[in-house]
């Protein structure tokens, strides 16, 4: 590639011989992981097994996910990669970064990026993107929730990149293309109280008085009781017959000999009791 420093073509040839690689193959390593900010690269490199991808850290996939020597063989030259970057030492062109970006210049710098087949993608998380080129051009997706962490190929598909996320594998399709508006979120329902009228309190039944027990006593102050004969004042209600009057006669007794009554008042009320006779 033209515009590489000495520095840089010694570094890549050096890093071919030993991992028994073309300097083309190493080259496309190191566009892959200059593009995943020398943390992760997704590639598409055969000699490398073709599609696959490379998180530093210990995370490798390759195409021939049983082969370890592969895995082995591209962790470490990713790895190498990352620290020659770091360092300094080695470093692409502007024009050979910019030759590669195919997406849209806003969305920055993608996460991880690659190709299969005839399509390439790119993943930009900040902004829940996910860019697909095929013949049809450039297509941005919405991911939403999705944290893509591996591609593959859908099989007995020709446009079929397939990712897996959190929640499984799935195809591009299932996403919505950015460029279409997004379904009405239901609006919630605001919950407002109704306003209970108050109802009509029932009509008090008025109490009915009960008779009063002859036995029940007359409530205190109650004027209305009624004394009985013994303590009633002698007149205040005639006696209808003989044996009353001599009843009360000798009761009048009783309270002289009790002292309650003289024998000047106790023959007064004797002569009142027998004029009515």
Not at 242 to 263: H, V
């Amino acid at each position: 590639m033209q515009g590489l420093t000495d520095q840089t073509r010694r570094v890549i040839a050096d890093l071919a011989r030993q991992y028994g690689l073309s300097e083309d193959a190493v080259l496309a390593m190191l566009m892959a992981v200059q593009r995943g900010q020398g943390t992760m690269a997704q590639f598409n490199i055969s000699e490398l097994g073709g599609g696959g991808q490379w998180m530093m850290g210990g995370m490798t996939m390759v195409g021939d996910m049983f082969n370890y020597g592969l895995k082995n063989t591209v962790d470490s030259l990713c790895n190498a990669l990352s620290q020659a970057l770091a360092a300094g030492r080695i470093a692409l062109p502007a024009e050979a970064v910019g030759a590669s970006v195919w997406w849209p210049q806003d969305l920055g710098s993608p996460s991880s990026a690659g190709a299969q087949n005839d399509s390439a993608y790119a993943i930009f998380p900040a902004h829940r993107r996910l860019a697909i080129k095929d013949l049809g051009g450039v297509t941005l997706y919405d991911t939403g929730d999705h944290f893509i962490s591996g591609v593959g190929q859908q099989q007995g598909s020709n446009t079929g990149l397939t990712f897996s996320s959190q929640y499984g594998s799935f195809s591009v399709s299932s996403l919505r293309r950015a460029d279409e508006p997004a379904e009405p979120l239901q609006q919630p329902v605001e919950w407002s109280p109704s306003v209970v009228q108050p109802s009509a309190a029932p009509p008090v039944q008025p109490l009915q008085q009960q008779p009063a027990s002859p036995f029940a006593p007359a409530p205190a102050g109650d004027s209305a009781w009624q004394a009985s004969p013994a303590s009633a004042p002698v007149g205040a209600t005639g006696p209808k017959d003989a044996a009353e009057i001599i009843g009360l006669i000798e009761k009048l007794a009783s309270l002289r000999e009790a002292g309650i009554l003289t024998d000047e008042e106790f023959s007064a009320k004797k002569t009142e009791l027998l004029a009515r006779l």
